[in-house]
T-cell receptor, first 113, second 113 residues
Framework: QKEVEQDPGPLSVPEGAIVSLNCTYS??????FMWYRQYSRKGPELLMY????GNKEDGRFTAQVDKSSKYISLFIRDSQPSDSATYLC?????????????FGSGTQLTVLP | EAGVVQSPRYKIIEKKQPVAFWCNPI?????LYWYLQNLGQGPELLIR????????DSQLPKDRFSAERLKGVDSTLKIQPAELGDSAVYLC???????????FGPGTRLLVL
């Protein structure tokens, strides 16, 4: 079993829809939680970054972390065709080699105009 | 501010040939990472440098892969000899000394024939 599980999709939604992307993990040492967006033939781009539990909002994007359930989510409101990309969750521990990022396999999202 | 620069962007070689990838991190970032990303998967760490020192290379296949980071800035990842299974995207990322967040380059897409 992988340390980080992510539904690969693909996920297709109409423009304006609310998108929910999720990851589960098994390593209780993870403290930092990130979402990266990766466009086709590009490198991953940091989208959201959260430390420990709680919510964080940035424009149309909201990241949630529930450490008790080992579950993280990314919500995209009013989705746009430009949001079409692969979304990767990533997480790490606090120090030393634990700071190594462990990625999910990515969810491919298409927002239809 | 310039991002992480990688070259070449694409490389096609025949099996058993050598290949090298180059990375220039964000200015001031002393931590540099090389990742391997297979199709439909998240990036997997190959090696992490703190300045000139390779502090985590446990995932680097040392029989054919090598890396160096002379002067603690640019880095080169080499494969010799390449195998068919090495076809993938090789990503470079960097972070600051305190950085929990990593910034990725566009990657080098390698195809081994």
């Amino acid at each position: 079993q992988k340390e980080v599980e992510q539904d690969p999709g693909p996920l297709s939604v109409p423009e304006g829809a609310i998108v929910s992307l999720n990851c589960t993990y098994s390593n209780s040492a993870f403290q930092y939680f990130m979402w990266y967006r990766q466009y086709s033939r590009k490198g991953p781009e940091l989208l959201m970054y959260t430390y420990s539990s709680g919510n964080k909002e940035d424009g149309r994007f909201t990241a949630q972390v529930d450490k008790s359930s080992k579950y993280i989510s990314l919500f995209i409101r009013d989705s746009q065709p430009s949001d079409s990309a692969t979304y990767l969750c990533a997480m790490s521990g606090v120090s030393g080699s634990a700071r190594q990022l462990t990625f999910g396999s990515g969810t491919q999202l298409t927002v239809l105009p | 501010e310039a991002g992480v620069v990688q070259s070449p962007r694409y490389k096609i070689i025949e099996k058993k040939q050598p290949v090298a990838f180059w990375c220039n991190p964000i200015s001031g970032h002393n931590t540099l990472y090389w990742y391997l990303q297979n199709l439909g998967q998240g990036p997997e760490l190959l090696i992490r440098y703190e300045n000139e020192e390779a502090v985590d290379d446990s995932q680097l296949p040392k029989d054919r892969f090598s890396a160096e980071r002379l002067k603690g800035v640019d880095s080169t990842l080499k494969i010799q000899p390449a195998e068919l299974g090495d076809s993938a995207v090789y990503l470079c990322a960097s972070s600051s000394a305190t950085g929990e967040t990593q910034y990725f380059g566009p990657g080098t897409r390698l195809l081994v024939l």
